[in-house]
């Protein structure tokens, strides 16, 4: 079944605290991203990659790290979580930025 | 910002009846697209009209986009209460990123 698989679902952390969510595809995507998603403020990307080793900015990238060793797979990294990055986030793969995207199932953070 | 914005921000109606959302953007774009959330879960693309398209159908659902307005509109036809979700459309006017709106969040009243 083709699917973007996201983990973890939910992640409660402390201030500071180095955290990886990951992000695998199984459909052999070249792009990937990465949102956030906060009430009223829609979804913001914060990294995207339109290949292996290929990343760049998105709109919010600040506190963020990302890479893309294999096509596959796409983690965010934080690397010292602060409160303003609690949120919901996302991951998301398509072919191209011409098709449509396919999203992961979501990951509740909260930073306290 | 380049984000698309959806108006209006919450729709409720009645179920049987048509359901329309608009988006409006800022710059232009190569295509837009229009995608479903259920309560906090992943979004589900719904329908993808390129700038050179003017209307796409798909089962209930009809987009049309006016590239002259920067605007495009979801209309959701003989809505069901399984339609209750946000609505968001997304644009990629540079072709290698996705900006998305803020949502219509819609309410199918059984």
């Known amino acids: 079944e083709a699917q973007v698989t996201q983990n973890p679902r939910y992640l409660i952390t402390v201030t500071g605290k180095k955290l990886t969510v990951t992000c695998s595809q199984n459909?052999?995507?070249?792009?990937m991203s990465w949102y956030r998603q906060d009430p009223g403020l829609g979804l913001r990307q914060i990294y995207y990659s339109m290949n292996v080793e290929v990343t760049d900015k998105g709109d919010v990238p600040e506190g963020y790290k990302v890479s893309r060793k294999e096509k596959r797979n796409f983690p965010l990294i934080l690397e010292s979580p602060s409160p303003n990055q609690t949120s919901l986030y996302f991951c998301?793969?398509?072919?191209?930025?011409?098709?449509?995207?396919?999203f992961g199932s979501g990951t509740q953070l909260s930073v306290l | 910002s380049q984000q698309g914005e959806e108006d209006p921000q919450a729709l409720s109606i009645q179920e049987g009846e048509n359901a329309t959302m608009n988006c409006s953007y800022k710059?232009?774009?190569?295509?837009l697209q229009w995608y479903r959330q259920n309560s906090g879960r992943g979004l589900v693309h719904l329908i993808l009209?390129?700038?050179?398209?003017r209307e796409k159908h798909s089962g209930r659902l009809r987009v049309t986009l006016d590239t002259s307005k920067k605007s495009s509109s979801l209309l959701i036809t003989a809505s069901r209460a399984a339609d209750t979700a946000s609505y968001f459309c997304?644009?990629?006017?540079?072709?290698?990123?996705?900006?998305f709106g803020t949502g219509t969040s819609l309410t199918v009243i059984p």
């Open positions: 009209i390129r700038s050179n398209e």
């Open positions: 998301a793969s398509s072919h191209t930025t011409n098709e449509k995207l396919f």
């Open positions: 459909m052999n995507h070249e792009y």
């Open positions: 710059t232009s774009i190569n295509n």
């Open positions: 997304a644009t990629d006017p540079e072709g290698n990123q996705f900006y």
